[in-house]
Structure formats: structure tokens, C-alpha cells
């Protein structure tokens, strides 16, 4: 089974993505953006699902509760680039994938 990535992202990162050879769909707002994710969600070979952080964030609690429960495609948040210091949000991102995935915390060292 082959499955698509797909994005959805502000204008600004959207033509980025789109330059970079992938394919995204604009979003001006969380609303129109929650609208394009219901949209896309139903596409049977659509197997991740890339939403900007923003938009992603302003979503209401039990929708992304929702769209992180799903099986496919994966919803998987983008922060925008930050030009400041790196911090340990990588770790901890990957950190809550696993804990969601197996149910409990991993302690990595």
C-alpha cells in the first residue's frame, strides 16, 4: 500500500513546502485550516498529514484529542523555524509520541 504526505500551513510555509517539492494547502486561519484537515482525513491513501503548529494548536482540545487517535493518516504538528536558541522540544515531542503510542512514560538517557 503506498500512502501520501500531505501539508496544511500558513501561506508563507505553505510556499515553502510547495517549493520544496511537497504538496500543501493554505490555511489564513485555524477555522479554515480545521476545515481542510476534515477534508483530507477521509482521502483513504492519505498517510501523514502535516499541520503548522499554530493552526494546529488552535484547535479545540477533543478534535485534536481526535486527529491524534487516528491510526491513519498520522496528523503530526510543524513548528515554525525559531532563528533563537534550540531547546529539548525535539526530545520531548518524541518523548509524548511514545508515551501516546505504548501508554506510558519512556525515560530516555
Known amino acids: 500500500m503506498s500512502c501520501r504526505v500531505r ?3 500558513t501561506p ?4 515553502g513546502l510547495r517549493l520544496a517539492g511537497l504538496p500543501a494547502d493554505d490555511a489564513e486561519d485555524p477555522v479554515a485550516a480545521a476545515e ?5 482525513v477521509e482521502e483513504p491513501d492519505l498517510g ?3 499541520v503548522e ?12 484529542r481526535e486527529l491524534e487517535n487516528r491510526a491513519l493518516p498520522i496528523v503530526v504538528p510543524v513548528p515554525r523555524a525559531t532563528w533563537g536558541t534550540v531547546t529539548d522540544r525535539a526530545e ?3 518523548l509524548d ?3 501516546r503510542a505504548i501508554g506510558y512514560r519512556v525515560r530516555l538517557q
Open 53 to 64: 503548529q499554530c493552526l494546529f494548536d488552535a484547535f479545540p482540545p477533543v478534535y485534536r
Open 7 to 9: 501539508a496544511i500551513a
Open 97 to 99: 509520541l511514545l508515551r
Open 92 to 94: 520531548s515531542y518524541i
Open 12 to 15: 508563507a510555509l505553505a510556499a
Open 36 to 40: 481542510r484537515v476534515a477534508a483530507l
Open 48 to 50: 501523514i498529514l502535516l
